[in-house]
């Protein structure tokens, strides 16, 4: 039993529609970075990554603890290495998202110890199609294998209990991933003779019948029509031949397996616990990859992204084998922001994005998933060598974390401006915000215009919260009444020792185009050559703004 005078960390769901992760009886808004992968596999290695990371404005780092370190010798635990790594963070005020590197991580087994890959008898690898009908085993312990999951559950039930014991009174540990990116990589399904035999045999009706009661995902829907029988049915009649029902079979058994080891440590220790995705995609034409080469996007087919993974079309099933999971979560490099935000905050599935790229492109998009779509945490990978960009954007947001988490879903937007404009994103954001339509815009320049993001936050009445760089907004009545609508008050803020928001100075003027739009300038507005400077950069990119609207009174009709 936890010997503590507070919850463990855990999630919390407002009546407004809000998802908080609560650290300490308070609602925590994680500023979250990746570490590369072994990063956390040596505290004296961490020593000056803390302090650096805090610096840039990082309140939490993502790393792994792999089995092969914790559990060398079957049956011979050793955390001595994670408690230095946590003892580091907590003089450095830092908090830990531990990634739980098991039995996969990218569709393979590479972190699972000596013992478990030198006994392929005892721990049967999965065996692949190659050209010619010929069959292959990769580095990939099949999740069939029960001996293995149990072995698994064992050392992840270890590494939980051991949680509980060294930091159940700091809450440092956050959040606990449960392995990484799963799926199969070579083939749409595992080949070999325990998993062939498996595959011939019915659907688990239990499975059939969750899928047949459950408000199903969009994309499920999109991609299965179930069929109305409730006899037993193949996995080809249910889920299509091919590589469809290839990929349900994988993801049935794959999320199976990461269900039982889950929910092994959830009992040890109840802190939130999810898994992540290496996304697939079916049209590249919607990826984000401006001179990227496609072949990083992460695929078309199952088997070129990993098969049966927790892509958006397969989340049902994982839910159905996962409970003990509190969320899923996307990795989320090239793919469109948006529609990802938007697949995996369906269902009322808490939005944490735990790797996506660290670079400005990255970083504007950050505020579209904490404005809109209340993101615990996004988290860049390689933090540790790149915090530049994204800690100057997690400053800013740290000022204004309570507004942002107090805020219920209807009454934030966030939004982003590239480089240049793009037939895929829009160029005017606009939200309604109780009788005041809010319209953001790229901020006005005489020269080029330049990149942008940020969010509003609705205070109430018409007042807003604008944050953030390279932008404008202006307001529109919803009323059909109204004659005339703009900028009654504004003023720009600054946070004060106490944390609390002061104002600064009062805008007005050139800062507010005479009362028809509040500008927050990049730090560098390009004057094109224009002899006066009416656009001046912004000192705090935090301004609070109050709009009016009129309507022709009766005296005058």
């Not at 700091?170 to 595992?190: F, I, K, P, Y």
């Not at 301004?543 to 609207?549: D, H, I, L, P, S």
Request: glycine share 8%; proline share 6%.
């Amino acid at each position: 039993m936890l010997q503590t005078n507070h919850k463990p960390p855990h999630l919390r769901r407002l009546d407004n529609g809000n998802i908080q992760l609560i650290v300490k009886g308070r609602a925590f808004l994680m500023l979250p970075g990746e570490l590369h992968n072994s990063s956390l596999s040596s505290s004296r290695y961490m020593e000056t990554v803390w302090p650096a990371m805090k610096a840039r404005g990082v309140n939490t780092l993502l790393g792994s603890v792999t089995w092969e370190m914790i559990e060398p010798e079957e049956g011979k635990f050793d955390f001595s290495e994670l408690d230095r790594v946590l003892a580091g963070a907590r003089r450095n005020s830092m908090h830990v998202v531990l990634l739980w590197f098991g039995t996969y991580k990218n569709g393979i087994s590479t972190y699972v110890p000596g013992w478990v890959k030198r006994d392929t008898k005892r721990f049967p690898r999965v065996q692949i199609l190659e050209a010619g009908g010929r069959r292959r085993s990769i580095e990939m312990v099949t999740p069939l294998c029960n001996e293995a999951c149990e072995a698994d559950v064992r050392a992840f039930a270890a590494l939980m209990r051991h949680l509980a014991t060294v930091d159940s009174e700091h809450s440092t540990v956050l959040m606990v991933q449960v392995q990484n990116e799963t799926g199969l990589l070579g083939d749409s399904r595992d080949r070999s003779r325990r998993a062939e035999k498996a595959f011939v045999e019915p659907v688990p009706t239990e499975l059939l019948a969750h899928l047949r009661n459950t408000d199903l995902h969009s994309q499920f829907k999109k991609r299965f029509s179930l069929p109305p029988s409730s006899e037993s049915l193949s996995w080809c009649s249910v889920f299509g031949s091919g590589v469809t029902a290839d990929e349900a079979f994988m993801a049935y058994h794959i999320s199976s397996y990461v269900g039982r080891v889950a929910a092994a440590g959830k009992k040890e220790y109840p802190i939130p616990l999810f898994t992540n995705t290496w996304l697939n995609f079916d049209d590249p034409s919607q990826l984000d990859m401006k001179g990227v080469p496609i072949v990083v996007g992460g695929g078309a087919e199952p088997g070129i992204y990993p098969s049966g993974g927790p892509c958006p079309h397969l989340l049902d099933i994982w839910r159905y084998n996962t409970p003990d999971l509190d969320f899923l979560a996307p990795d989320l490099y090239l793919h469109d922001y948006e529609t990802v935000c938007q697949a995996y905050t369906e269902q009322q599935n808490a939005l944490f994005i735990p790797e996506q790229r660290r670079d400005e492109r990255g970083a504007r998009r950050m505020w579209l998933a904490y404005g809109t779509y209340g993101a615990l945490g996004t988290s860049p990978f390689g933090i540790d060598t790149g915090a530049e960009i994204v800690g100057r954007e997690f400053q800013l947001l740290a000022q204004v974390s309570p507004y942002l988490l107090s805020a219920a879903p209807s009454d934030r937007m966030g939004f982003f401006f590239d480089e240049e404009p793009s037939e895929k994103l829009p160029e005017r954001w606009t939200r309604v915000f109780g009788d005041i339509k809010v319209i953001v815009e790229r901020a006005f320049v005489f020269g080029k215009r330049g990149t942008g993001a940020g969010l509003v936050i609705h205070l109430g009445d018409s007042r807003f919260l604008l944050v953030g760089r390279g932008f404008q907004v202006r307001f529109e009545a919803v009323s059909k009444e109204a004659t005339f609508c703009g900028i009654l008050r504004a003023v720009e803020k600054e946070v004060d020792s106490q944390g609390q928001l002061q104002t600064l100075r009062t805008l007005n003027g050139d800062e507010t185009r005479s009362g028809e739009f509040l500008i927050m300038p990049n730090d560098e507005p390009d004057y094109g050559g224009f002899p006066i400077a009416v656009t001046i950069p912004a000192r705090t990119f935090i301004a609070e703004v109050e709009a009016y609207w009129v309507s022709k009174g009766e005296e005058d009709l």
